[in-house]
């Protein structure tokens, strides 16, 4: 399956990314809307920045989905090509899943208090196609390719 | 192959899984004494205040026993494993046989024994039934006793809330959750739930109940409507004790999930002991994801694959009222890294350049993954920038290589 990956080198630590995901999952139809309407609007990938260093991360869809095992309800679920997927009616907010994520990739959703989780799902369930982060990136620091075996 | 899985829970779950990821056509069946399609245990307090359906206990979704092929006995127990004749026998006497066998029977309640208790009547919180009848018996405004200030204790206040303010909670420990949290956390959730109007009275225990009165160690009393008793909960180990199997505290098992001294019997679960990587020793490790890990582990044996079952470590992400607690690992340090302000708080714990454990409370929870990875993996923290991880949990703290190996690489 396509993953998303990151080449450090490459990123300036624009954040862009973080807006483009926040919009992306903003159910609005523009990025201005999203961001006047919906204030709070929440990225599922997050730069992390330590001085000359900048990289994006967000959900790996690991091979051995941690994440999905320990889910406590079964909200978190893997389809047979891998894409980790969330589904919120069934989330009951228990953060197990963030004590297992070893890259901190799980994204509590402070926009209902923290009721729930969420997480990046490779822009499947909205109208994306192809991951907005990875056709935003203005220095090709992040792409969206097949680099292992599949599970 | 003929696979025969007790208990239709997390770790039966789990096993099923195991299996299938190379056995598609071995014959499984579950047995269980609870009549339900799979559902998450824990979410039977979510259940009690309502916020969740009866369509949302489910564990998996519906189809799973018709997409993984499995059989299923419901609302039956079983009462011996015929190790010769290698068959279950059940509570009807009907007799299903195996080629292999997996206990996931998980725990039962643990009720200490007082002077008037069965006289007055109690529930216990572990099952759905249980729920049921709590929903059914409580009335708004009732008056609650619970007896038990641990994480099912206090689970079950919780969802009681829904219904009344009148809830006190004793526990013979001088503070709340005593298996999870140090003093300084245990103190800032108390008052967290205080302040919802829960009463509690702590190091302190019943001395006899007179009717719908406990009368306490201290010299207090307290009149109740209900009664739930949640001091502890004992491991299901009788079925492998008389089948000769080796019992601790719980079920002892081979890194495979075997049962020791027994043969294509294996056990995983709430009724068996990990070994606890974080300390060294063998422990119960009575959580949710770790019965599934082992359950799966138990599975992929039981169908020819080899996997070993490590790095098992104490764990917990609980939440209360909203505030929401993350630990794990162990506390017993020579250095401790403490942040607290207000609900929030954080403590990590610190030995011979190894992260132990930690406590995160409140917006301290976020990223928890990140510590329990250091934890898990054993990563020196002369190697990683402690000074930043430590308030900061992400990636950046990680040397070039091992970044690289988590962001570029496939896994
Ligand atoms: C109120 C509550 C809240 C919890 N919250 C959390 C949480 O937030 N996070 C977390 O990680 N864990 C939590 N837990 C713990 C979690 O539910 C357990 O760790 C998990 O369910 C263990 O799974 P298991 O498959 O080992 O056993 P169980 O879930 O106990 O299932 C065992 C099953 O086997 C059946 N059985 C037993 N003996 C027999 C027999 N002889 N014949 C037939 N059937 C039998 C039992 O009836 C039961 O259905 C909570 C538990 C409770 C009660
Ligand atoms: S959320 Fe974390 S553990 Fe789960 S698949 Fe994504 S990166 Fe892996
Ligand atoms: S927070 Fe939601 S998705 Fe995460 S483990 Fe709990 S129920 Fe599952």
Same mark, same amino acid.
């Given at each position: ?65 941690? /994440? &999905? %095992?320990? $889910? !406590?309800? +079964? *909200? ?5 090509? #891998? ?49 907005? /982060? &990875? %056709?935003? $990136? !203005?220095? +090709? *620091? ?5 680099? #292992?075996?599949?599970? | ?411």
């Amino acid at each position: 399956m396509k993953r998303v990956y990151v080449n450090e080198n490459r990123c300036l630590g624009c954040h862009l990314c973080e807006y483009w995901c926040a919009f992306a999952n903003s159910g609005e139809d523009s990025i201005t809307k999203a961001f006047k309407l919906n204030k709070e609007a929440m990225p599922r990938i997050n730069v992390e920045d330590d001085g000359e260093i900048h990289f994006a991360v967000q959900c790996r869809h690991c091979n051995d989905t941690p /994440c &999905v %095992k320990a $889910c !406590i309800t +079964g *909200a978190l679920s893997v389809d047979t090509e #891998g894409l980790v997927t969330i589904d919120t009616e069934r989330c009951v907010g228990c953060y197990t899943c963030v004590l297992t994520c070893p890259y901190g990739c799980i994204v509590i959703d402070e926009k209902n208090g923290g009721k729930t989780v969420t997480k990046c799902e490779l822009c499947v369930k909205n109208a994306g196609g192809e991951p907005w /982060c &990875v %056709k935003e $990136c !203005i220095n +090709g *620091a992040i792409v969206f390719e097949d680099r #292992g075996v599949s599970i | 192959m003929n696979y025969v899985i007790i208990g239709n829970s997390a770790a039966g779950i789990g096993c099923v899984q195991g299996i299938r990821d190379k056995d598609k056509t071995g014959k499984i069946t579950i047995i269980s004494d609870e009549p339900y399609f799979t559902y998450s245990r824990p979410l039977i307090s979510y259940w009690l205040k309502n916020a969740v359906t009866d369509e949302n206990m489910k564990y998996r979704d519906r189809d799973f026993y018709d997409v993984n092929n499995v059989n299923t006995i419901l609302g039956k127990r079983a009462v011996k494993i015929d190790t010769a004749a290698k068959k279950v026998i059940l509570d009807d006497n009907s007799e299903v046989p195996y080629d292999k066998l997996l206990v996931g029977t998980g725990s039962k309640p643990f009720v200490p024994s007082a002077p008037g208790l069965d006289e007055t009547g109690y529930f216990t919180f572990m099952k759905y039934d249980d729920a049921k009848a709590i929903k059914q018996a409580v009335k708004p405004g009732a008056k609650v006793l619970i007896v038990g200030a641990g994480l099912i204790g206090l689970k079950a206040a919780e969802a009681l809330h829904e219904y009344t303010e009148n809830i006190t909670v004793i526990d013979l420990a001088d503070r709340i959750l005593s298996s999870i949290l140090d003093a300084d956390a245990a103190s800032i959730m108390q008052k967290h739930i205080e302040s919802k109007g829960v009463k509690f009275f702590l190091g302190t225990s019943v001395n006899n109940f007179a009717g719908k009165v406990a009368h306490l160690k201290n010299g207090e009393t307290c009149d109740f409507d209900i009664l739930i008793m949640a001091v502890g909960v004992r491991p299901n180990t009788e079925l492998i004790k008389e089948a000769g199997g080796e019992v601790n505290r719980g079920i002892v098992t081979e890194k495979t999930q075997a049962v020791k001294s027994l043969t294509d019997i294996y056990a995983a679960g709430d009724c068996t002991e990990s070994f606890d990587s974080s300390v060294g020793e063998n422990k119960i490790l009575a959580i949710l994801p770790n019965a599934f890990l082992q359950g799966e582990i138990a599975g992929k044996n039981m169908s020819g694959q080899e996997f070993m079952y490590v790095n098992a470590i104490p764990q917990n992400a609980i939440g209360f009222f909203g505030l929401h607690i993350i630990t794990a690992g162990s506390y017993s340090a020579e250095d401790a890294y403490e942040v607290a302000d207000g609900d929030n708080y954080k403590k990590l714990f610190i030995n011979k350049d190894k992260l132990a454990g930690f406590i995160l409370m409140g917006k301290y929870v976020s990223k928890a993954g990140i510590y329990t990875s250091l934890i898990k993996e054993k990563i020196p923290l002369s190697d990683i920038d402690f000074n930043l991880i430590k308030d900061n949990p992400g990636l950046a703290a990680f040397s070039r290589g091992r970044r690289d190996k988590k962001l570029a690489e496939f896994h």
